[in-house]
Structure formats: structure tokens, C-alpha cells
């Protein structure tokens, strides 16, 4: 799988947008990109994924850059909730999936 | 539907004890798999299993066994607990195909 690179940890104020990214250098033109967060000590909750086109759910928005070298997560509107640890993925395939130590996002009042 | 179930919660072991953590699914998902995480880490795979009756390692497979005879159930074995085992065990499961896991709450081992 694909190497990514995030920073350590990063703030943002409660309701502006959050912009979380993700190097991923070595991409392959079959691989995902996965985000998921881990709120404390929970199990991780699945946010996004995309392969090529932008991506927008419920809970945020995923651009993937034109020759996919990197990816920004957009929590649109930040909430003291979305305080939580958030993992950038690439996989080829389904069975190994891997964590890195990801980003420390907290949102403060 | 309860999602997937991890117990115990919390357990307590002496190093060379066996035990069994237990994960079930009542999602009907062909793919399950073991995590572990530490401190400031992120997960690593421990086993995975594609359905019922194949198990394949992670990336961390020794000291742990795993079996996979139901759907439903994908209990994870410390044969003589070790230390180094003290973790965050995390379960997870998903459909066939590519798509989101589904994580358990978590099983804290600590093994003195």
C-alpha cells in the first residue's frame, strides 16, 4: 500500500471549515483513498473514500488533486464533536488496511 | 442490529495465561479482522479472515491464533500472554468487496 503523510496534529475553531491533508506520493492508479476518524479511545468510524473525482457526503468532502498525489479532508462545518485523531488510507485491496499515527484535529470554542 | 460486538471490555491477565477475545457480527459480513493499537499509534492488523473457514496474518500475527468457523463470530486467542500484548484489541468487519469497516468499541488487554 501507498505511503501518506499527514501532520502531527493541527487546531481549528468551532464552525469554520477544517481542512485536513494528505500526501500520498506513491499512489498507484488502482488505490483508494480512505479517511476515517477515532474519536478517544472508540473504534475508528469510517468518513470518505474516493478513487479519482471528488467526494461528498453527510459528514464531509474529500479532493483528491489531478494526479492524485495528495488528498484535503473538508469537515465544512467544524463542531467541538468532530475533536477526534483522523487517518488518511490508500489500499490496492481489501484486506490490509493501514493506520498511521494520522492527525490530531481539535476544535476549540 | 447491534453492529459488532467485542467482549470483554477490560481484562486483566498474568503473562503465560490464555485467553479469547470475542468479536460477533450480525451484519452478515463476509470480511472480518483483528487490530491492535498502543499508545500515540495507529491500528495494526493482526488477522483478517475473507469468510467462513479462511484466516489469513496481518502484520502482526505472532502470539495471536485465530479461527473463523461462523459468519457471525472471529474470536482471537493469546496462547501464553506476553507484556508486549498490553493493547487496544479492535475488531472489524465489512461486506464483500471494497467499502467502509465497521469497528467494535474495543477490548483493553493489559498483561502484567
Known amino acids: 500500500d501507498a505511503k501518506t503523510t499527514q501532520p502531527t496534529s493541527m487546531d481549528c475553531a468551532e464552525g469554520r471549515a477544517a481542512n485536513l491533508p494528505c500526501n500520498h506520493s506513491t499512489i498507484s492508479g488502482n488505490e483508494y483513498v480512505y479517511w476515517y476518524r477515532q474519536i478517544h479511545s472508540q473504534g475508528p468510524q469510517y468518513i470518505i473514500h474516493?478513487?479519482?473525482n471528488n467526494e461528498t457526503n453527510e459528514m464531509a468532502s474529500l479532493i483528491i488533486t489531478e494526479d492524485r498525489k495528495s488528498s484535503t479532508l473538508i469537515l465544512p462545518h467544524a463542531t467541538l464533536r468532530d475533536t477526534a485523531v483522523y487517518y488518511c488510507?490508500?489500499?490496492?485491496?481489501?484486506?490490509?488496511?493501514?493506520f498511521g499515527a494520522g492527525t490530531t484535529v481539535t476544535v476549540r470554542a | 442490529n447491534a453492529g459488532v460486538t467485542q467482549t470483554p471490555k477490560f481484562q486483566v491477565l498474568k503473562t503465560g495465561q490464555s485467553m479469547t477475545l470475542q468479536c460477533a457480527q450480525d451484519m452478515n459480513h463476509e470480511y472480518m479482522s483483528w487490530y491492535r493499537q498502543d499508545p500515540g499509534m495507529g491500528l495494526r492488523l493482526i488477522h483478517y479472515?475473507?469468510?467462513?473457514?479462511?484466516?489469513d496474518q496481518g502484520e502482526v500475527p505472532n502470539g495471536y491464533n485465530v479461527s473463523r468457523s461462523t459468519t457471525e463470530d472471529f474470536p482471537l486467542r493469546l496462547l501464553s500472554a506476553a507484556p508486549s500484548q498490553t493493547s487496544v484489541y479492535f475488531c472489524a468487519s465489512r461486506p464483500a468487496g471494497a467499502g467502509e469497516l465497521f469497528f467494535g468499541e474495543g477490548s483493553r488487554l493489559t498483561v502484567l
Open positions: 474516493g478513487l479519482k
Open positions: 488510507i490508500v489500499r490496492v485491496n481489501d484486506y490490509k488496511l493501514s
Open positions: 479472515s475473507v469468510g467462513a473457514g479462511i484466516t
